[in-house]
C-alpha cells in the first residue's frame, strides 16, 4: 500500500522567515503524481501543486517552492518569507488507483500545521 | 473558491441515525470523490463517483453509500450511525477519473455524532 508520512506535527515560525515542510511518500509504481493542499480553518482543501514522478525540476510559484527527489521519495515544500495569512494545515498527498473500477483516489499524510506570528 | 458547494455545513446527529449529506459538482466535472477527515487526521477516501457509478471504494463499511446523478452532484448517505462517524466529509470533483487529475475540493460538510 502507498503511504505518505508528514512527519512535522506543527511548526511555528515568526513572520518573514522561511519554513520548509516536509513530504516523504512509499510506492511501489513507477508512474504517479504527488500533491500539495493547503487547508484553513474554513475547512476548504486548496489546490497548490501537482508534480508527476518523471518530472523532477523544482517549481517556484511566488513565495512557494517545491523540491521534488525520488532518490529519497520526498516532495519538500517551502514558504520563504511567512506571513500570517499562511497559516493553515498543509497535506502533501498521493495519487494512487482506487480499485479495479478504474478510479483513482488520494492518500494523504496526516497534516502539518503551520502557525506563522508576528 | 472551487465552485463544488456542500451542504449542510455542521450537522448533529444521534447514534443509529441515518444521514445524507450533499455535494455539488463544478461545472463540467464528471467525476465525484467523498472522502472523511477525523480531527487532527488527513483525509481518508471513501468511494469515488463517475457518470452515476461507483467507480473506487476505500476501506468503509457498506453502510457508508453514495449516488451521482445525472447533473453529476452527489450524495454521501451513511445509515447506523457510530460516534467515530463524527468527522469532517469532503466532497471533490474533478474532470476525469485519470491518475493525477486535480481534485477541487468543497468546503466540507461537519458531522457530529452524538
Known amino acids: 500500500a502507498q503511504k505518505v508520512t508528514q512527519a512535522q506535527t506543527e511548526i511555528s515560525v515568526v513572520e518573514k522567515e522561511d519554513v520548509t515542510l516536509d513530504c516523504v511518500y512509499e510506492?511501489?509504481?513507477?508512474?504517479?503524481?504527488l500533491f500539495w493542499y493547503k487547508q484553513p480553518p474554513s475547512g476548504e482543501l486548496v489546490f497548490l501543486i501537482r508534480?508527476?514522478?518523471?518530472?523532477?525540476q523544482n517549481e517556484i510559484s511566488g513565495r512557494y517552492s517545491w523540491n521534488f527527489q525520488k532518490s529519497t521519495s520526498s516532495f519538500n515544500f517551502t514558504i520563504t518569507a511567512s506571513q500570517v495569512v499562511d497559516s493553515a494545515v498543509y497535506f502533501c498527498?498521493?495519487?494512487?488507483?482506487?480499485?479495479?473500477?478504474?478510479?483513482?483516489?488520494?492518500?494523504f499524510g496526516t497534516g502539518t500545521q503551520l502557525k506563522v506570528e508576528l | 473558491e472551487t465552485g463544488v458547494t456542500q451542504s449542510p455545513t455542521h450537522l448533529i446527529k444521534t447514534r443509529g441515525q441515518q444521514v445524507t449529506l450533499r455535494c455539488s459538482s463544478q461545472?463540467?466535472?464528471?467525476?465525484v470523490s467523498w472522502y472523511q477527515q477525523a480531527l487532527g487526521q488527513g483525509p481518508q477516501f471513501i468511494f469515488q463517483?463517475?457518470?452515476?457509478?461507483?467507480?473506487g471504494r476505500g476501506n468503509f463499511p457498506p453502510r457508508f453509500s453514495g449516488l451521482q446523478f445525472p447533473n453529476y452532484s452527489s450524495e454521501l448517505n451513511v445509515n447506523a450511525l457510530e460516534l467515530d462517524d463524527s468527522a469532517l466529509y469532503l466532497c471533490?470533483?474533478?474532470?476525469?477519473?485519470?491518475?493525477?487529475?486535480?481534485?477541487?475540493f468543497g468546503q466540507g460538510t461537519r458531522l457530529t455524532v452524538v
Open positions: 508534480r508527476n514522478s518523471f518530472d523532477e
Open positions: 461545472s463540467g466535472h464528471n467525476t
Open positions: 510506492t511501489r509504481d513507477t508512474t504517479y503524481y
Open positions: 471533490a470533483s474533478s474532470l476525469v477519473t485519470a491518475w493525477g487529475t486535480e481534485a477541487f
Open positions: 463517483y463517475y457518470r452515476e457509478e461507483e467507480n
Open positions: 498527498a498521493l495519487s494512487e488507483s482506487a480499485g479495479a473500477g478504474g478510479g483513482n483516489k488520494l492518500t
